[in-house]
């Protein structure tokens, strides 16, 4: 013997579902900020948990999935420079021997990951670098990337330091043309649109540089090694001081494009030391 359901439709029932969530919202909507905010910590924490703890598992495995797919190219750039930085060393030796110059500073770069800062208002110019190179350095620091100048561990407790991008207010470094015709002092600049630039200061005001032109480190101070790209010249500053002028440079680098970067150790060496016997 067969007995009949007892109960709605699935019309009606769908019909029901969609009303009840309909008063809901209008309810929620009518409510105020306060105690819509504790209905939604609620829902949050009883009934969605469950899909959050979801989203939240595969939004942090696409983000390691990310970050291992930028790892890998760039070890295998580091790879590849690696495997010519040796040849290049020991030619650079042989040069040197053959036309008596004296052997180029010491120093050594090393590599360190980066953390930028949490900026209570707008975008932080500061960030923390953590490495297991090296077990502790003194600062100040330079941090770049195989790109170019970033900024400058302030500093820092053993193999952790805190330091400033390019675009911090304190921001210098001592710079030079590539072709060596110009020297000068960047600091940050913003312009008018609100772009983040670098301007050149202290050009002699007799020398021209022209627009594209590569800027680099020169090394002055013993913080930043010689020729550690800076950026290119954009164009002239419209304000000019007394016998100098200044340029506008466009970086090489710009903040939060890097999690892996570089640090440079003055006066530090490696332990390969290539022949420098100058040969037939």
Same mark, same amino acid.
């Given at each position: 013997?067969?007995?009949?359901?007892?109960?709605?439709?699935?019309?009606? &029932?769908?019909?029901?579902?969609?009303?009840?969530?309909?008063?809901?919202?209008?309810?929620?909507?009518?409510?105020?900020?306060?105690?819509?905010?504790?209905?939604?910590?609620?829902?949050?924490?009883?009934?969605?948990?469950?899909?959050?703890?979801?989203?939240?598992?595969? &939004?942090?495995?696409?983000?390691?999935?990310?970050?291992?797919?930028?790892?890998?190219?760039? #070890?295998? =750039?580091?790879?590849?420079?690696?495997?010519?930085?040796?040849?290049?060393?020991?030619?650079?030796?042989? +040069?040197?021997?053959?036309? /008596?110059?004296?052997? &180029?500073? %010491?120093?050594?770069?090393?590599?360190?990951?980066?953390?930028?800062? #949490?900026?209570?208002?707008?975008?932080?110019?500061?960030?923390?670098?953590?490495?297991?190179?090296?077990?502790?350095? /003194?600062?100040? =620091?330079?941090?770049?990337?195989?790109?170019?100048?970033?900024?400058?561990?302030?500093?820092?407790?053993?193999?952790?330091?805190?330091?400033?991008?390019?675009?911090?207010?304190?921001? #210098?470094?001592?710079?030079?043309?590539? /072709?060596?015709?110009?020297?000068?002092?960047?600091?940050?600049?913003?312009?008018?649109?609100?772009?983040?630039?670098?301007?050149?200061?202290?050009?002699?005001?007799?020398?021209?540089?022209?627009?594209?032109?590569?800027?680099?480190?020169?090394?002055?101070?013993?913080?930043?090694?010689?020729? +550690?790209?800076?950026? &290119?010249?954009?164009?002239?500053?419209?304000?000019?001081?007394?016998?100098?002028?200044?340029?506008?440079?466009?970086?090489?680098?710009?903040?939060?494009?890097?999690?892996?970067?570089?640090?440079?150790?003055?006066?530090? %060496?490696?332990?390969?030391?290539?022949?420098? /016997?100058?040969?037939?």
């Amino acid at each position: 013997m067969h007995y009949a359901t007892v109960g709605r439709p699935k019309g009606q &029932r769908d019909l029901v579902v969609a009303l009840t969530c309909a008063v809901c919202a209008v309810v929620l909507a009518g409510l105020g900020p306060g105690p819509t905010l504790t209905v939604t910590r609620l829902l949050r924490t009883t009934v969605l948990r469950p899909f959050l703890a979801t989203h939240e598992l595969y &939004r942090t495995r696409a983000g390691l999935v990310s970050r291992v797919e930028h790892l890998s190219r760039e #070890r295998d =750039l580091l790879a590849v420079r690696a495997q010519t930085s040796d040849d290049l060393e020991v030619e650079n030796r042989r +040069l040197r021997a053959m036309l /008596d110059l004296p052997a &180029r500073g %010491s120093g050594i770069y090393f590599v360190a990951e980066l953390l930028p800062g #949490r900026p209570h208002g707008g975008e932080s110019s500061r960030f923390i670098v953590n490495t297991q190179s090296v077990e502790e350095f /003194d600062t100040p =620091l330079a941090i770049a990337t195989p790109a170019g100048l970033l900024g400058v561990v302030r500093s820092a407790i053993g193999s952790t330091g805190t330091g400033d991008y390019w675009t911090h207010p304190d921001f #210098r470094a001592a710079v030079v043309t590539a /072709d060596g015709a110009a020297t000068g002092i960047v600091r940050p600049f913003v312009t008018s649109d609100g772009e983040q630039l670098l301007l050149m200061e202290g050009v002699p005001f007799r020398t021209d540089v022209p627009a594209g032109a590569s800027v680099v480190t020169s090394g002055v101070g013993g913080v930043y090694p010689r020729g +550690l790209p800076v950026g &290119r010249v954009l164009a002239e500053h419209e304000a000019q001081l007394g016998w100098t002028h200044s340029f506008l440079v466009e970086p090489a680098v710009r903040p939060g494009q890097e999690s892996v970067v570089l640090g440079w150790l003055p006066g530090a %060496s490696t332990d390969f030391v290539p022949e420098t /016997d100058p040969g037939p």
